[in-house]
């Protein structure tokens, strides 16, 4: 196969892989403030019964004062036992008397009620707490994961660019230009292999002459619908090793 050719083939590889890299890595800290969402969801349920137990907690200390004071109330109306004179008197104080400790009843209710809800409220808080930690833990170990991958993705960026680089000046001037006007017209695929008769690129039929000259390989033909420039599979040997090791062809149609 032209040298060339080979030259091309390997290079859209390197573009099509940093291409993916540099998209994969625009996309990485979306995945970081993904993995965060829990830790965000939770610490706001927190704050919200937090806020929940201050004002529980204020309610508890109003109704203990009030109950204190009704306490206060009633026995302030047995002290005036002595100063009743008639048995009319007496009944009303009685009667007093019994609703003071009706109105002390319901005081000691809605205080029982009210330290029933704080237990509770307290009980949900410490829960959240564990719960508070196991998302706070998963998500470290998320960020930790994405960032090893984006350091995986900038070593292999590097390594993609040198060889990217060395490639480069080995092809042809005015055939690299026309590789890199076909590749941003065609979204990354400048060259496209002829499958079936048909060109890989835009999946049309090419007639049988034009695919029996890119079989032949004597100069580079371009795909008569989309330009593409066309290779034949399979490859000579020399190449055929180097797909093994990153099986292009594969890619090139996944990312499609
Ligand atoms: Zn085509």
Redesign the pocket.
Known sequence: MNSQLQFLIELQRFDLRIFEILDHKKKLPELIHMAKAPVLEVSKQLEILQQAGETLTKQRRDGEQELSLQEEHIQKIRGRLNDLKTNKEYQAHLFEIELARKKKDALEESVLEVLEQVEKNQTEQQELHVRMGEVEQAFAKAKEQLESERLALEQELSTLERQHGELTVQVDHGLLARYTKLKSLRKGFAI?KVADGA?S??R?QLPPQLVAEVKRADELLN?S????ILYWEPMPDTLIDAQAQAPESENIQELR
Do not use: K
Request: hydrophobic share 20%.
């Open positions: 496209a060109c690129g835009c049309l795909c619908y989309c330009h593409r």
